[in-house]
């Protein structure tokens, strides 16, 4: 698709290995009773992407149900605003449910289903992608449960009603901070009963080996269809592109084209941005690649924050999608190797930089995507009132009303 | 055994042989779960004593850790409480060395200690000197339940280096034969067969197919084999105990340990129970 850049591709950038290692980062680091099914699901997965049919049956679906592809669309009032030259905003929150979610959860249910599993599980943290899960399992006709912690129930309750509307069965998880980290540890115990009937899929570019492979497979849309959006535009490609990271399944999603199709020499600065929370000096943040150390959590090596005993840490961000104390693996490797900076976003820039795109181009994101927003005041005192930004909003902000007015946003 | 009981050298400790000096040649072993640090450090050494003293042939203890992912109510609730006593790896390695050392100064050496710990606070604490603490502590072995052995090269190449501990690897239901072959090729100690899909803790039957899997481990390897996960009273334990070399009773001992009395006649029962399976 975008080999128009760079036809011998695949020798810019390949990883993960065979064993599922991103550099150190990555591995198999789970009970011996799933490793099995993890076994499986890789063996499962290559088969799939060596069969035509299943490619055509996901594309097809990606066009027709999910919206693909989303538009890149040029946000000028927004560029004056923040004295960029241009600004380009991938609309991921227009794809149906309003998140990037969809890409992954539709590709892992149609494989689900190709196992002949029946049955599936998701975690789910702001919710985006429980729903999303909820809704490929009614596409296609599976039995649906959904891990989420008790906090993010309360602060997330529309979509909770959406998925119990949707047929899923909703889990509340009311062990540790009832967040993400717990909803996955809740996930990922279930799984281990329930291995042989349960189809665990995995919301983010994290977990054992093959899924942060996999949810990147399913992701990889995103930025394949920006860099061919981008031919016949004023600069066909930009200076930076930006995405938000939580588990980083949009940022990799958006990034691994640029990384596997340009040289080095050619990419765009790639910046993901994680929540800084209240900000990274204190203990409330979700930042793992700023702050955190390499360790393993929920199957994988990669950043973590943790204690001195290696516990993990609570994270804690403004946004139930960022508020997870480690990251996808293959995000710590591209950190080591300098391939992508990652900077981290506090709660106060986010809410400003949601109000911002809010009122000058009409558009409402995610908490999440909005950590990505503002990184474009950093970006232009940066790279000059010149520069083309490309902004990954990889979803819609309905879901946030009552934070973003508990917040103070838009009061009478 | 023979070592002079002021200055227990953790060579002489009595199991120089490893875990596997825990299991008798006649019978099952009964091998004890506590949770270090919990309900405090005081009355976890207290159990590690009453368990050692009611028959516990091998003992496992936990290393408290805050994301549990194996474990089921029990033993995570038991872990928070250790934790928010400040216990740790280090704190374990600590409590384990003062048992190790007391009871090789006295009448009744310590079975072998084997400790239960998820993977990170071993890589936060340095896979060789984590390695080298166990040793110069006395434990003779590790079970680390989110490190299969395809992963474990790294610590694997730790403790050849310390000289200890033995590693213990857990195989379940679902594993193949290549996978209890590959467990098989990597385990020292013994091989921790896992019951039932799922969690620790208490259940009220033994899973269906229990001994045509124990035999299917039994084939694949030499070790001993354990079975644990769900036993919690001793007319199971003695049921596996007709079937398998060890019985690893956790969450049902745990849920005692408040009590190092209870704990004690409850290892007591355990322990008569498994010695008397094959009589």
């Known amino acids: 698709m975008s080999d128009v850049f760079l036809p011998s591709a695949e020798l810019a950038y390949s990883s993960p290995d065979a064993k599922g290692f991103f550099g150190p980062y990555g591995g198999t680091f789970v009970p011996e009773t799933v490793v099995p099914a993890l076994a499986e699901l890789a063996e499962a ?12 049956e996901y594309t097809t679906l990606l066009a027709d149900y999910v919206g693909r592809p989303t538009p890149l669309y040029r946000a000028d009032r927004l560029a004056a605003e923040v004295g960029l030259g241009a600004v ?36 789910t943290g702001a919710g985006q992608h429980g729903v999303a899960t909820a809704t490929a399992a009614a596409l296609l006709g599976l039995e649906c449960v959904v891990f989420m912690g008790t906090e993010d129930i309360r602060r997330q309750s529309l979509n909770v009603y959406k998925m119990r509307l949707l047929g899923a069965e909703v889990v509340p998880v009311a ?84 990384l596997r199709d340009l040289p080095a020499g050619r990419r765009p600065l790639l910046v993901g941005a994680e929540a800084a929370g209240l900000g990274v000096e204190t203990d409330k943040h979700g930042a793992a690649l700023t702050k955190g150390s390499p360790g393993v959590l929920h199957g994988f090596y990669s950043y973590l924050l943790q204690d001195d005993a290696g516990n993990p840490l609570e994270a804690y961000s403004i946004s139930a999608g960022l508020d997870y104390p480690g990251v996808g693996p293959e995000h710590s490797y591209l950190k080591d190797e300098g391939l992508v900076r990652y900077e981290a976003v506090t709660d106060a820039e986010a809410l400003d930089a949601f109000a911002l795109l809010t009122r000058t181009e009409g558009i409402i994101p995610a908490i999440e995507s909005s950590h990505a927003l503002a990184m474009l005041p950093r970006l232009a005192a940066e790279l000059g009132p010149e520069a083309t930004v490309v902004v990954n909003v990889s979803g819609r902000g309905d879901k946030d009303m009552d934070i973003v007015r508990e917040a103070g946003l838009g009061g009478e | 055994m023979g070592s002079e009981p002021d200055t227990p050298s953790t060579r002489d400790l009595g199991f120089v042989g490893g875990l596997g000096g825990g299991f008798p040649a006649e019978r099952a072993a ?5 949770m270090a640090g919990y309900p405090d450090r005081e ?27 194996a474990d089921g109510p029990v033993i995570a609730e038991a872990a928070k409480v250790a934790r928010e006593g400040g216990f740790g790896l280090a704190e374990t390695i600590g409590l384990a060395a003062e048992f190790i050392a007391s009871r090789a100064a006295g009448r009744h050496p310590a079975p072998p200690v084997a400790l239960m710990t998820y993977l990170n606070p071993l890589m936060r604490f340095g ?33 050849a280096a310390a000289g200890a501990p033995e590693t213990v690897f857990l195989v379940a239901p679902t594993s193949t034969p290549e996978r209890l072959a590959t467990v098989a090729a990597s385990a020292s100690g013994f091989v921790y067969a896992v019951s039932t899909t799922g969690i620790t803790g208490e259940r009220a039957e033994l899973a269906a197919g229990l001994e045509a899997f124990v035999a ?43 009590d190092p009395r209870a704990v004690g006649e409850f290892v007591a029962a355990l322990a008569e129970a498994v010695r008397s399976a094959r009589g």
């Open chain 2, 216 to 258: 299917r481990v039994r084939e694949a390897t030499t070790l001993p084999v354990a079975v644990g996960f769900g036993i919690s009273e001793p007319a199971q334990a003695a049921e596996v105990a007709r079937m398998a070399d060890g019985v690893v009773v956790g969450s049902a001992v745990v849920r005692r340990q408040g």
């Open chain 1, 45 to 56: 997965f290559e088969a799939a992407l060596d069969d035509p049919s299943f490619a055509e």
């Open chain 1, 88 to 123: 380009y905003l991938k609309r991921e929150d227009l794809t149906h449910t309003g998140a990037h979610k969809i890409n992954n959860t539709v590709g892992q249910a149609l494989l689900a289903r190709r196992m002949g599993k029946l049955r599936v599980i998701a975690e």
């Open chain 2, 127 to 159: 896979l060789p000197r984590a390695a080298a603490a166990l040793a110069e502590a006395g434990v003779a072995g590790v079970i680390v339940p989110d490190m299969p052995p395809d992963s474990a090269a790294p610590w694997l190449a730790a403790t």
């Open chain 1, 175 to 258: 062990d540790g901070t009832g967040t993400l980290a717990d909803a996955v540890t809740a996930a990922l115990r279930h799984w281990v009963e329930r291995v042989e009937d349960t189809f665990y899929v995995l919301g983010s570019a994290v977990g054992p080996h093959p899924y942060p492979a996999m949810v990147r497979e399913f992701q990889k849309v995103i930025g394949e269809e920006t860099l061919v959006q981008l031919q016949g535009r004023e600069a066909p490609l930009p200076d930076a592109v930006v995405a938000c990271i939580g588990g980083g399944s949009n940022a990799i999603g958006m990034f691994y084209p640029f």
């Open chain 2, 43 to 69: 009355t976890s050494l207290a159990a590690l004593h009453a368990v050692a003293d009611a028959g516990a042939d091998v003992i496992e203890l936990g290393v408290p850790f805050g994301d549990p992912v």
């Open chain 2, 30 to 34: 009964l091998v004890v779960y506590l």
